[in-house]
């Protein structure tokens, strides 16, 4: 069965640093999207993404955050300046449609700042 | 704006037993569609079950069922002949259909289920 992957699986990164996090979306999949979740939390939906374009984020999603479609296959999250409380399970998903499909969801990133 | 709440943050349950995890919602839309999560130790989030809003029959997925009360906005998930396996935190989530505004899902904070040997 198809699955969405991210790499790495952790990624500890001291403050003010970048990071991208990476994510293969399934392959046929049109609509993809990152969720974050902090350790103990709920899960906090960060960003959609349609047509290379961002078609909807939170409040979390602020300019320190920036998602790309580099190629046919990667969907990445960076942060440019890193900071502690960006410590988070980062989720990628995807769907085949938009919202009321099935999201498929990544294994996570656990990021560590420190 | 929508909210998502499990009142349980843990439960536990004998294994082979039956257990029902709450989730209530709010929303004034009336096209939505609700979701139960199931996340394992090893932290990828599976899919458990998902109910139509506009669909009165509950849904139902192998040994998990839902009870849905749209007027009380609760969405229930049920959980019969608990195994081992099913140890997981559990998210109960919502989206708005397609034709509404919103992509995206609003978790609620979770249910920590342990089954117990």
């Known amino acids: 069965e198809p699955e969405v992957t991210q790499t790495p699986s952790h990624q500890v990164t001291q403050m003010g640093q970048e990071v991208i996090l990476r994510c293969v979306p399934i392959?046929?999949?049109?609509?993809f999207y990152w969720y974050r979740q902090i350790l103990g939390q709920k899960v906090e939906f960060l960003v959609s993404?349609?047509?290379?374009?961002?078609?909807?984020k939170s409040e979390i999603f602020d300019d320190q955050f920036s998602v790309e479609r580099p190629d046919g296959s990667n969907f990445t999250l960076k942060i440019r300046s890193t900071k502690l409380e960006d410590s988070a399970m980062y989720f990628c998903a995807s769907s085949e449609r938009t919202g009321t499909y099935e999201q498929y969801f990544g294994p996570g990133t656990r990021l560590t700042v420190t | 704006a929508q909210t998502v709440t499990q009142s349980q943050p843990e439960m536990s349950v004998q294994e082979a037993e039956t257990v029902t995890l709450s989730c209530t919602y709010d929303t004034s839309e009336n096209n939505y569609y609700l979701f139960w999560y199931k996340q394992p130790p090893s932290r990828q989030m599976i899919l458990v079950i998902r109910q139509e809003a506009y669909k009165q029959q509950n849904a139902t997925e192998n040994r998990f069922s839902v009870n849905f009360q749209k007027a009380a906005k609760s969405f229930s998930l049920k959980i019969s002949d608990s195994q081992l396996g099913d140890t997981a935190m559990y998210f109960c989530?919502?989206?708005?259909?397609?034709?509404?505004?919103?992509?995206?899902?609003?978790f609620g904070p979770g249910t920590r289920l342990s089954v117990l040997p």
């Open positions: 392959s046929n999949h049109l609509y």
């Open positions: 993404f349609y047509n290379n374009e961002i078609s909807e």
């Open positions: 989530a919502f989206i708005l259909s397609e034709d509404n505004y919103g992509q995206n899902f609003v």
